[in-house]
């Protein structure tokens, strides 16, 4: 199989964007990446385009806005899915266009412009990412979906809210590090606690954010990428895992079997372990899931994620930092541009390149991204060599 | 009966006839009739073994709670629309859910009406029951036995 690297990252400020639409965010994405990588769009054979909703931007062939802003055409660009793991589906399609021979140079965007509708709206069209037969018409949203799991995962294991709102108060800390993060504000445990419900026993402070931002990445062909790019970043395993519609329906409550068989294929295919991996972006869509990714992704044994956190092990120094970006939670969570941020995160941060966030030495990177409540789970290990 | 008054928005299905029997105050599974398997909710269609032929089977009703919730931030047709959200007087106040499991492998979604969220717990013995609100609307509530 023919080998794949990251060779071009661009990331747009995420945030509240009203200042720019849906192709204006793309193009400061592509604009940084091919900045980044020296390339200009000329030399990129294809491209594929990771957008989640359509109802966000008021259109069916979003990816269609994209390549015509960037003058793409006639080059391939097509749209890919997969809820809230959009990103990383687009950068497995990238990968797979060039495993197959089909293209040397492949440019990954993903953004989701979700500002443009009211809080309310937006809850609507991701709720309906459960099943909008059988679960919506009890008035589910996301943030519900994963307050089940928290009551499930806190009866189960003893796991607390205190230890819920530590991955906040972690994942803040380093989002006020991070220039395009969306909140770059430290918050306290205090604040984190007194915060709103929004859906039982989550609170404000344990939800991400609805944000609006684009990030874009170059993959290449190893021939390729060696000549491009003095620090390319391998992808070293892929996993792709998938589980049941609705919670209920599920094995466990506690824990994604999606993420389970996502990693286990991803471990074997890069040839490493969960204690190999020195830097990971987790998807932290509710401060619950950061801490079940925690144990699915073997950081540490079942119905420990709590005192992982607690004990702050995934600090940068800890036995394993993540979301060392802030994470969805304060970096912020534009479905689509989501999966491949974290992709650029394990970048720098095994390119040396992440300042204050930076962790020593990193070699081995993972990122972990989940569609909807669990429905599909992607892991992508990346390498410096 | 509209499938739509127990969906909200799905109108077109194979198994329109569960809205009638909620109506009719009965829950419902379907049950594959090559290889027994059950689903809650009901299937026209069993992967199992590929079949279609299926007959209609009455759920038991009562079981252990797998999980809950009390959703506050609603989506908007719960928020804004009619009807506003089940069992909340005019000013809003959200009900909680929970997910009853009432045999191996069959979970029954519904609303629990009758409780401070604080007070429901993980494995609480419950019972599932139709319930028709007052917009003509049906649904499922879950009561503590
Ligand atoms: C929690 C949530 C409902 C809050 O939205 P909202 O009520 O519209 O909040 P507003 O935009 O009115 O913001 C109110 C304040 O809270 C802040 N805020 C909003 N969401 C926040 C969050 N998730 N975490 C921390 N602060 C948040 C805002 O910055 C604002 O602060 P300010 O008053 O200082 O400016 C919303 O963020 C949400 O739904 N998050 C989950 C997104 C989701 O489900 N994503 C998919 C997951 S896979
Ligand atoms: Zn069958």
Redesign the pocket.
């Known amino acids: 199989m023919r080998k794949v690297a990251i060779v071009g990252i661009g990331h747009g400020k995420f945030g509240v964007r009203s200042d720019a639409s849906l192709r204006e965010l793309v193009f400061e994405a592509v604009k940084g990446c091919l900045d980044d990588s020296g390339l200009s769009l000329r030399e990129v054979d294809s491209m594929v385009t990771g957008v989640a909703g359509d109802e966000f931007s008021f259109g069916i062939q979003p990816s269609a806005q994209v390549h015509d802003y960037i003058g793409f055409h006639p080059k391939p660009n097509f749209r890919v899915e997969a ?2 793991a959009t990103g990383s589906a687009a950068l497995r399609t990238g990968w797979m266009t060039i495993t197959s021979g089909l293209a040397d140079i492949v440019l990954v965007v993903g953004v989701e412009k979700m500002t443009e509708v ?2 309310s709206t ?2 609507e069209i ?1 709720g309906r990412a459960g099943d909008a037969t059988w679960e919506y018409p009890f008035g589910t ?3 519900g979906y994963y307050a089940m799991i928290a009551n499930a995962h806190m009866a189960e294991y003893g796991t607390t809210e205190e230890q819920l709102a530590r991955v906040a108060v972690k994942n803040h800390y380093y989002g006020s590090l991070n220039p395009y993060a969306q ?1 770059q504000k430290e918050i306290t445990l205090e604040k984190a606690v007194t ?1 709103f419900t ?1 859906a039982y026993p989550l609170k ?2 344990d ?4 944000t609006d931002g684009a990030a874009a990445i170059l993959l290449a062909s190893e021939e390729k990428a060696k000549s491009i790019s003095k620090k390319p970043v391998w992808v070293a395993g892929l996993g792709c895992g998938t589980d049941a519609m609705r919670l209920g329906d599920r094995k466990s409550l506690t824990s994604l079997e999606a993420t389970r068989e996502a990693a286990k294929i991803a471990y074997k295919m890069a040839g490493v372990g969960p204690s190999d991996i020195d830097v990971a972006t987790v ?1 932290d ?2 401060t619950i899931a950061e801490v079940v990714a925690y144990e699915d992704l073997g950081f540490c044994e079942k119905g420990e994620g709590g005192k992982l956190i607690e004990a702050k092990e995934t600090y940068v120094g800890g036995r394993i930092p993540v979301n060392v970006d802030g994470g ?2 304060s970096k912020g ?1 534009p ?1 689509g541009a989501t999966g491949v941020s974290m992709a650029i995160e394990i970048t720098k941060q095994l390119r040396g390149e992440a300042d204050q966030r930076q962790v020593k030495n990193a070699e081995i990177g993972l990122t972990h991204n ?1 569609g ?1 409540s669990g429905q599909v789970s992607f892991i992508h290990i990346f390498r410096r060599q | 009966m509209e499938f739509k008054n127990f969906s909200l928005f799905i109108s077109q299905t194979k198994v329109n006839r569960f809205a009638d029997d909620l109506a009719g105050g009965k829950i419902m599974s379907t049950l594959c009739k090559k290889c027994g398997k059950q689903y809650y909710p009901p299937q026209a269609d069993c992967p199992s073994c590929m079949g279609s032929d299926m007959e209609w089977k009455e759920i038991k009703t009562e079981g252990k709670l797998l999980t809950f919730t009390k959703i506050h ?1 609603p989506p908007e047709h719960f928020a804004v629309r009619q009807p506003l959200m089940p069992f909340s007087s005019i000013q809003f106040e959200p009900c909680p859910i929970g997910i009853l499991e009432v045999e191996k492998g069959l979970p029954v979604m519904g609303w629990i009406p009758k409780m401070d969220v604080k007070r429901i717990k993980v494995g609480m013995k419950m019972k599932a029951s139709p319930f028709t609100l007052p917009d003509g609307k049906i649904t499922i509530v879950l009561e503590v036995v």
């Open positions: 809820a809230c009211p809080t937006a809850t991701m949203t996301f943030p909140m915060s929004v404000l402070y939800c991400s954010l609805i998807h869509c509710f969805l939670k969570h479905l989940v909807g | 931030v």
